[in-house]
């Protein structure tokens, strides 16, 4: 885990951080009062009587932008090494990055041709 | 017999005193650590002020006056309440998923701090990779509302995780997509280099002006990703009462408060070290240790000047999102994400290649 020098302030920092939302949970768990009931703990819908669970199925309509989502993410993960070395790769790279980016540019015209970009 | 046992004795003493160096060392790094939550900390407390203040001005009221001078307390007065108030679990709701939610939100934004530099070099961690270390831990905290939304068993609290993280993939690649033409121009990724790469030619070297289309789709694109007001649809009180923070009541709610804030603190840090020119002064011609006659042996004075110009610049950009706040209505939620993926990922995209194609001249 250790193994990277400039990586040790992270996973110290790591640690501090998960310590501090757990501090704050014992110090609230300490100080705060307790009073339990049965209206206290049931669900928040407007006042009135919850209806029924919400863990149901229902259609999300994210889904076709969390498709597309992932398309274009890895994408932008794949051009970062090559903008990383450009200057060293010259025209010829850039080139080939560009047709990439271009087949990428008609796969999100595909996708809103189609209409998997649209509220519906 | 005797020459063994102080043989013994001496490679103990020695590696004692190796253990004890590693702890010394480890006592040092938490040092600047402890520093640095304390420091955010306390520029939480001014950004809430600061907020309340500002809104107030252009609300035409006064704000926060009672707690201490000005009403500076106000913010440390609000989280001593929310320490003191009672956690309430809904009892249909999913425990775990429910704590570890907030938890989640704060500690990826809170570890996202390591790689801003505050003054000249002062970096917690200075990683080659430095910004796409920012753009992967944030995309960590919609994971946090999430939980938190489907944990509540509540539908408005379900819907608003699900808004929250719709919106917050609708805008990172914009985002990483501008920090990308960012990189481009400066050759790597690390902060600090982003930084030295605008120190050139003062405020005419600011990336500000090198990249202005890159810097209002960042603009945006952080605005949405803090959840700011023209984008608040997750926690949108008219139709979710309060979106996935429903539930949430005490300290909890207090976390999720703090890592909205934390938030808009380090996308305006961001702003600053990838468009502002970072901890340089940026007036061409003038040269910091000129003027005050700063040696070498001065060091620390420097870096006192390089903090205050970054926490600066930050603090004043940080009207543009305050004030963003009361003057635009918000955004449907076919409208925000038309805006996303139909607007600004195009814009972005077409941005990257005008920077490739100018660096590409300039080979």
Redesign the interface.
């Known amino acids: 885990m250790f193994l990277l020098y400039?990586?040790?302030?992270?996973w110290?920092?790591?640690i501090?951080?998960?310590l501090?939302?757990?501090l704050?949970?014992f110090?609230?768990?300490v100080?705060?009062?307790?009073?339990k009931g049965?209206e206290?703990?049931?669900?928040?819908?407007?006042g009135i009587e919850?209806m029924g669970?919400?863990?149901l199925q229902f259609r999300?309509r994210?889904y076709m932008?969390?498709l597309?989502?992932v398309v274009?993410?890895v994408e932008?993960v794949f051009?970062?090494p090559w903008?990383?070395s450009?200057?060293v790769l010259?025209?010829s790279v850039?080139i080939e990055?560009?047709i990439f980016?271009l087949i990428l540019?008609i796969g999100?015209v595909y996708a809103?041709r189609k209409g998997a970009?649209e509220?519906s | 017999m005797i020459i063994d046992t102080t043989e013994i004795e001496t490679i103990n003493s020695f590696s004692k005193l190796e253990s004890l160096k590693e702890v010394y060392g480890?006592i040092w790094?938490?040092v600047?650590?402890?520093t640095?939550?304390l420091g955010i900390t306390i520029g939480v407390l001014v950004i809430v002020w600061l907020e309340r203040e500002i809104s107030a001005g252009i609300q035409q009221r006064i704000g926060p006056e009672y707690a201490g001078p000005l009403g500076i307390l106000q913010a440390l007065a609000d989280g001593t309440k929310l320490?003191?108030?009672?956690?309430?679990?809904?009892?249909?709701?999913d425990t775990r998923l429910f704590?570890i939610g907030?938890?989640i939100a704060?500690?990826s934004i809170?570890?996202s701090y390591?790689v801003i530099p505050f003054g000249d070099h002062l970096v917690?961690?200075?990683?080659?990779i430095g910004v796409?270390f920012w753009i992967a831990i944030s995309s960590i905290a919609p994971v946090g509302l999430l939980m938190s939304g489907?944990g509540?068993?509540?539908?408005?609290?379900?819907l608003g995780g699900?808004r929250a993280?719709?919106q917050s993939?609708?805008y990172?690649?914009p985002l990483?997509?501008c920090v990308?033409s960012i990189?481009?121009l400066s050759?790597?990724?690390s902060t600090v280099d982003i930084v030295e790469a605008q120190s050139k030619y003062g405020f005419w070297g600011w990336n500000l002006w090198r990249q202005p289309i890159g810097f209002i789709v960042f603009l945006i694109s952080s605005l949405a990703e803090c959840e700011r007001l023209p984008f608040d649809l997750p926690e949108a009180e008219e139709e979710l009462?309060a979106g996935y923070q429903?539930?949430y009541s005490?300290?909890?709610f207090?976390?999720f408060y703090i890592a909205s804030y934390l938030n808009l603190l380090v996308s305006s840090l961001f702003v600053t070290v990838l468009y502002l020119g970072g901890w340089n002064l940026s007036i061409p011609y003038i040269f910091v240790p000129d003027i005050f006659g700063i040696n070498k042996g001065g060091k620390v004075f420097g870096t006192l000047i390089g903090i205050f110009i970054t926490l600066a610049k930050t603090y004043l950009f940080l009207f543009i999102p305050i004030a963003t706040r009361w003057t635009l209505p918000r955004l449907r939620?076919?409208q925000l994400?038309?805006l996303g993926?139909?607007f600004l990922?195009?814009i972005s995209?077409g941005n990257?290649?005008l920077t490739?194609s100018s660096?590409?001249l300039s080979?």
């Open positions: 400039e990586y040790d302030f992270f110290a920092f790591l501090i951080s998960i501090v939302p757990i704050a949970f110090i609230s768990g100080l705060a009062p307790i009073s049965p206290k703990l049931s669900t928040y819908e407007s919850p669970d919400a863990w999300i994210y932008f969390a597309v989502f274009f993410d932008t051009l970062y903008a990383m450009f200057d010259g025209v850039f990055a560009f980016v540019i999100l809103w970009l509220w | 480890i790094m938490l600047p650590i402890v640095l939550v320490l003191l108030k009672e956690n309430l679990i809904p009892s249909t709701g704590s907030p938890s704060v500690i809170f570890l390591s917690l961690a200075d990683l080659s796409f489907y509540s068993n509540n539908k408005y609290s379900f699900l993280a719709a993939i609708s990172e690649i990483a997509l990308l990189s481009l050759n790597s990724l009462v429903t539930e005490g300290i909890k207090g976390l939620m076919d994400l038309n993926w139909k990922l195009p995209l990257l290649l490739t660096q590409l080979l």
